[in-house]
Protein backbone atom coordinates (compact mmCIF):
# COMPACT_ATOMS: atom_id res chain seq x y z
CA UNK A 1 0.00 0.00 0.00
CA UNK A 2 3.03 2.30 0.77
CA UNK A 3 4.52 1.84 -2.45
CA UNK A 4 1.18 2.66 -3.79
CA UNK A 5 0.59 5.90 -2.49
CA UNK A 6 4.23 7.10 -3.52
CA UNK A 7 3.30 6.10 -6.72
CA UNK A 8 0.25 8.02 -6.78
CA UNK A 9 1.94 10.78 -5.50
CA UNK A 10 4.85 10.81 -8.01
CA UNK A 11 1.73 10.42 -11.00
CA UNK A 12 0.15 13.57 -9.37
CA UNK A 13 3.26 15.55 -8.89
CA UNK A 14 3.77 14.50 -12.50
CA UNK A 15 0.88 16.15 -13.76
CA UNK A 16 0.57 18.99 -11.45
CA UNK A 17 4.54 20.03 -12.56
CA UNK A 18 3.12 19.43 -16.59
CA UNK A 19 0.52 21.51 -16.17
CA UNK A 20 2.03 24.50 -14.31
CA UNK A 21 5.58 24.55 -16.25
CA UNK A 22 5.03 23.31 -19.47
CA UNK A 23 1.18 24.51 -20.38
CA UNK A 24 1.16 27.78 -17.69
CA UNK A 25 -2.16 26.61 -17.07
CA UNK A 26 -2.35 28.65 -13.31
CA UNK A 27 -1.66 32.09 -15.55
CA UNK A 28 -4.53 31.16 -17.86
CA UNK A 29 -6.79 29.82 -14.31
CA UNK A 30 -5.90 33.76 -12.94
CA UNK A 31 -6.95 35.41 -15.51
CA UNK A 32 -10.02 33.91 -15.53
CA UNK A 33 -10.32 34.51 -11.75
CA UNK A 34 -9.86 38.18 -12.49
CA UNK A 35 -12.58 38.53 -15.14
CA UNK A 36 -15.61 40.17 -13.76
CA UNK A 37 -18.16 38.52 -16.95
CA UNK A 38 -17.00 35.02 -16.32
CA UNK A 39 -19.29 32.51 -15.22
CA UNK A 40 -19.22 31.84 -11.56
CA UNK A 41 -19.26 27.94 -12.11
CA UNK A 42 -16.46 28.30 -14.70
CA UNK A 43 -14.22 30.38 -11.94
CA UNK A 44 -14.85 28.33 -9.48
CA UNK A 45 -14.06 25.11 -11.22
CA UNK A 46 -11.05 27.40 -11.87
CA UNK A 47 -10.28 27.79 -8.11
CA UNK A 48 -10.11 24.88 -7.49
CA UNK A 49 -8.16 23.46 -10.49
CA UNK A 50 -5.69 26.00 -9.43
CA UNK A 51 -5.71 25.34 -5.20
CA UNK A 52 -4.98 21.52 -6.80
CA UNK A 53 -1.99 22.53 -9.05
CA UNK A 54 -0.11 23.44 -5.85
CA UNK A 55 -1.44 21.19 -3.08
CA UNK A 56 1.83 19.33 -1.43
CA UNK A 57 3.91 20.16 -4.50
CA UNK A 58 7.01 23.02 -3.37
CA UNK A 59 8.26 22.74 -7.64
CA UNK A 60 4.71 24.34 -8.78
CA UNK A 61 3.78 26.19 -5.98
CA UNK A 62 7.29 28.26 -6.21
CA UNK A 63 6.08 28.77 -10.11
CA UNK A 64 2.67 30.21 -9.20
CA UNK A 65 4.17 31.91 -6.46
CA UNK A 66 6.27 33.60 -8.89
CA UNK A 67 4.47 34.31 -11.61
CA UNK A 68 0.94 35.86 -9.47
CA UNK A 69 1.79 38.46 -7.56
CA UNK A 70 0.29 39.61 -4.40
CA UNK A 71 -1.17 42.77 -5.67
CA UNK A 72 -1.21 44.27 -9.16
CA UNK A 73 1.16 47.22 -9.63
CA UNK A 74 0.06 50.99 -9.73
CA UNK A 75 0.95 51.79 -13.40
CA UNK A 76 -1.30 48.19 -14.22
CA UNK A 77 -4.12 49.92 -12.03
CA UNK A 78 -3.99 53.26 -13.31
CA UNK A 79 -4.39 51.27 -16.94
CA UNK A 80 -7.44 49.88 -15.53
CA UNK A 81 -8.89 53.19 -13.93
CA UNK A 82 -8.29 54.65 -17.51
CA UNK A 83 -10.17 51.70 -19.15
CA UNK A 84 -13.06 51.91 -16.90
CA UNK A 85 -13.52 55.45 -17.50
CA UNK A 86 -16.47 56.71 -20.14
CA UNK A 87 -14.12 59.33 -22.19
CA UNK A 88 -15.89 61.50 -24.82
CA UNK A 89 -15.63 60.70 -28.37
CA UNK A 90 -13.40 63.94 -28.45
CA UNK A 91 -10.68 63.33 -26.56
CA UNK A 92 -8.80 61.21 -28.83
CA UNK A 93 -5.70 60.90 -27.51
CA UNK A 94 -7.32 59.76 -24.29
CA UNK A 95 -9.66 57.45 -26.31
CA UNK A 96 -6.93 55.60 -28.29
CA UNK A 97 -4.43 55.20 -24.97
CA UNK A 98 -7.74 53.22 -23.28
CA UNK A 99 -7.96 50.90 -26.36
CA UNK A 100 -4.45 49.93 -26.32
CA UNK A 101 -5.12 49.27 -22.24
CA UNK A 102 -7.84 46.64 -22.94
CA UNK A 103 -5.79 44.96 -25.13
CA UNK A 104 -2.68 45.14 -22.64
CA UNK A 105 -1.64 41.53 -21.14
CA UNK A 106 -3.56 41.02 -17.64
CA UNK A 107 -1.36 41.47 -14.74
CA UNK A 108 -2.48 38.17 -12.43
CA UNK A 109 -2.49 39.03 -8.79
CA UNK A 110 -4.65 37.38 -5.88
CA UNK A 111 -5.86 40.79 -4.79
CA UNK A 112 -7.90 40.98 -8.42
CA UNK A 113 -8.68 37.61 -7.98
CA UNK A 114 -10.35 38.04 -4.18
CA UNK A 115 -12.17 40.92 -4.79
CA UNK A 116 -13.46 39.59 -8.43
CA UNK A 117 -14.81 36.74 -6.42
CA UNK A 118 -16.24 38.67 -3.58
CA UNK A 119 -18.23 40.84 -5.79
CA UNK A 120 -19.48 37.78 -7.89
CA UNK A 121 -22.33 37.18 -5.47
CA UNK A 122 -23.64 33.74 -5.63
CA UNK A 123 -21.32 31.19 -5.82
CA UNK A 124 -18.71 33.82 -5.18
CA UNK A 125 -17.61 33.26 -1.38
CA UNK A 126 -17.03 29.53 -2.64
CA UNK A 127 -15.33 30.95 -5.29
CA UNK A 128 -13.17 33.06 -2.56
CA UNK A 129 -12.20 30.09 -0.46
CA UNK A 130 -11.23 28.43 -3.84
CA UNK A 131 -8.83 30.80 -4.41
CA UNK A 132 -7.41 31.51 -0.80
CA UNK A 133 -7.21 27.84 -0.31
CA UNK A 134 -4.69 28.13 -3.28
CA UNK A 135 -2.80 30.31 -1.94
CA UNK A 136 -2.46 28.90 1.31
CA UNK A 137 -1.83 25.53 0.46
CA UNK A 138 1.16 27.05 -1.99
CA UNK A 139 2.66 28.82 1.10
CA UNK A 140 2.57 25.70 3.09
CA UNK A 141 3.97 23.85 0.20
CA UNK A 142 6.90 25.70 -0.22
CA UNK A 143 7.64 26.57 3.78
CA UNK A 144 10.03 24.08 4.11
CA UNK A 145 12.80 25.27 1.42
CA UNK A 146 15.61 26.34 3.92
CA UNK A 147 14.45 29.85 4.08
CA UNK A 148 14.77 30.94 0.84
CA UNK A 149 10.85 31.67 0.83
CA UNK A 150 11.10 34.18 4.15
CA UNK A 151 11.70 37.30 2.09
CA UNK A 152 8.23 36.35 -0.03
CA UNK A 153 6.55 35.48 2.88
CA UNK A 154 7.44 39.13 4.17
CA UNK A 155 6.85 40.94 1.11
CA UNK A 156 3.20 39.41 1.36
CA UNK A 157 2.35 40.18 4.88
CA UNK A 158 3.14 43.80 4.43
CA UNK A 159 1.24 43.90 0.77
CA UNK A 160 -1.30 46.73 2.11
CA UNK A 161 -3.88 45.74 -0.94
CA UNK A 162 -3.98 41.68 -0.22
CA UNK A 163 -3.74 41.86 3.44
CA UNK A 164 -7.07 44.25 3.34
CA UNK A 165 -8.78 42.59 0.97
CA UNK A 166 -8.97 39.55 2.65
CA UNK A 167 -9.51 41.18 6.09
CA UNK A 168 -12.24 42.95 4.29
CA UNK A 169 -13.89 39.89 2.70
CA UNK A 170 -13.65 37.30 5.84
CA UNK A 171 -16.75 37.47 6.63
CA UNK A 172 -20.00 37.60 4.01
CA UNK A 173 -21.76 40.77 3.34
CA UNK A 174 -25.27 39.10 4.19
CA UNK A 175 -23.52 38.37 7.62
CA UNK A 176 -22.38 42.19 8.21
CA UNK A 177 -25.35 43.61 6.86
CA UNK A 178 -28.21 41.10 7.74
CA UNK A 179 -30.90 40.62 4.91
CA UNK A 180 -34.17 39.26 6.53
CA UNK A 181 -35.29 36.94 4.30
CA UNK A 182 -32.28 34.76 4.79
CA UNK A 183 -32.28 34.77 8.30
CA UNK A 184 -33.14 31.25 9.02
CA UNK A 185 -29.40 30.64 7.22
CA UNK A 186 -27.69 33.52 8.73
CA UNK A 187 -28.69 32.02 12.52
CA UNK A 188 -27.04 28.93 11.45
CA UNK A 189 -23.34 30.31 11.75
CA UNK A 190 -21.15 33.77 10.45
CA UNK A 191 -18.68 31.78 9.11
CA UNK A 192 -18.14 29.60 6.30
CA UNK A 193 -15.54 28.11 3.45
CA UNK A 194 -14.23 31.14 2.69
CA UNK A 195 -13.36 32.70 6.39
CA UNK A 196 -11.87 29.59 7.11
CA UNK A 197 -9.75 29.55 4.63
CA UNK A 198 -9.01 33.52 4.67
CA UNK A 199 -8.52 32.89 8.64
CA UNK A 200 -5.75 29.78 7.92
CA UNK A 201 -3.98 31.61 5.59
CA UNK A 202 -3.88 34.60 7.42
CA UNK A 203 -2.79 32.64 10.69
CA UNK A 204 0.06 31.27 9.05
CA UNK A 205 1.66 34.37 8.00
CA UNK A 206 1.54 35.30 11.52
CA UNK A 207 3.00 31.86 12.43
CA UNK A 208 6.32 33.04 10.49
CA UNK A 209 6.29 36.00 12.70
CA UNK A 210 4.95 38.19 10.46
CA UNK A 211 1.95 39.78 12.00
CA UNK A 212 3.44 42.75 12.85
CA UNK A 213 3.15 43.62 8.99
CA UNK A 214 0.22 42.66 8.51
CA UNK A 215 -1.10 45.08 11.61
CA UNK A 216 0.36 47.87 9.68
CA UNK A 217 -0.53 46.82 6.38
CA UNK A 218 -4.25 47.12 7.66
CA UNK A 219 -4.17 50.61 8.28
CA UNK A 220 -2.30 54.23 9.02
CA UNK A 221 -1.02 55.93 11.74
CA UNK A 222 -2.95 59.57 12.58
CA UNK A 223 -1.04 62.34 13.56
CA UNK A 224 -1.17 61.44 16.92
CA UNK A 225 0.30 58.25 16.99
CA UNK A 226 -3.22 56.08 17.25
CA UNK A 227 -3.74 53.73 14.37
CA UNK A 228 -6.27 54.08 12.29
CA UNK A 229 -8.06 50.73 10.98
CA UNK A 230 -8.84 51.28 6.77
CA UNK A 231 -10.35 48.55 4.91
Not at 197 to 221: K, N, R, V
Request: glycine share 8%; with cysteine; charged share 20%.
Amino acid sequence: RGGGSRGNQSIRCQIQEEAVVNCNLHQALARALQCRGMDCKSQLLAGRLLSNLVTGNDVTSQLVLRDIAPSSTEAYRTKQLLASMSLSGSDTVAASEVGSTRDAAIECNWTDMVVCAARAGGTGREILAAIVAALFNAIVAIQDDRGSSLPLFASMSSNKALICACVRHILSADTIKPDDSKKDEQDSGTSDDATEWITLFLTQLSCYGHFPSMYEATGFFSSKGHKCVCF
